[in-house]
């Protein structure tokens, strides 16, 4: 049931970062990395997801402007 979650998540986090055109190579990189570390515990998937989320709102606002 965790794992399942946690799919479902990680497949949104997904179609969340392919619906934004522009992202780095090195932003893309550092959130594997992060999501790779943070599968160890479901409690840290999701505060990482949200931080992710976060984070890549953040980059696109300066992006934009």
Known sequence: ????????????????????PLIDLSLWLRMAR???????????TQISVLALLLLITIANLEETQ
């Open 34 to 44: 992060w999501i790779s570390m943070a599968t160890v515990s479901t409690r840290y």
């Open 1 to 20: 049931m965790v794992e399942s979650r946690q799919c479902h998540s990680f497949v949104y986090v997904v179609l969340y970062l392919t619906s934004i």
